[in-house]
């Protein structure tokens, strides 16, 4: 191992616990050796956040899977459960498009629209199974939908959408 020294030409001392002279070679491991040769070539100065404490993140809710969900969202993922939490939220918002978008339909796309409506109510239906079986709490699920107030809705659109033509 080389001998460190400093900028003068002298070997680094440091006094142990015992007061004996050590020099730098024999104490300074090799991370403490490469950050500070970092820091003396400025590898840390105007680093973003310089200055301010840092912003730990609390997880204190997730208990025994809360470095689990730390390296999910830092690889920009998320937990299955909340995956498919997202998949019930695209089709509820998928569900409502048709529905607006059944307003500025014709009557004659009515019988489309009705299957459109089935298939994404049974894909949100499958979504909130998913749901139900990956959750950690009942807080986290979902309600099914009511297929027959969901029809009504989607057939007051139509005739509100005819009526305005």
Request: aromatic letters at 2%.
């Amino acid at each position: 191992m080389t001998d460190l020294r400093r900028n003068d030409g002298r070997p680094l001392v440091r006094r142990d616990a015992d007061g004996h002279e050590r020099t730098a070679s024999s104490w300074e491991s090799l991370t403490e050796r490469l950050i500070r040769e970092a820091q003396e070539a400025g590898a840390f100065d105007d680093l973003p956040g310089q200055g301010r404490p840092l912003e730990l993140e609390d997880d204190s809710h997730a208990g025994d899977m809360a470095t689990a969900n730390h390296i999910l969202r830092n690889a920009g993922a998320a937990p299955p459960w909340i995956e498919a939490d997202k998949a019930v939220r695209r089709s509820l918002d998928a569900i409502e498009a048709l529905v607006t978008r059944a307003g500025r339909s014709p009557a004659a796309a009515s019988r489309r629209l009705e299957r459109e409506l089935a298939e994404l109510a049974d894909t949100h239906d499958a979504a909130v199974s998913q749901l139900e079986g990956l959750a950690p709490s009942v807080r986290q699920q979902r309600p099914r939908l009511d297929r027959v107030r969901l029809q009504a809705r989607l057939l007051k659109a139509l005739s509100d959408g005819q009526r305005c033509s």
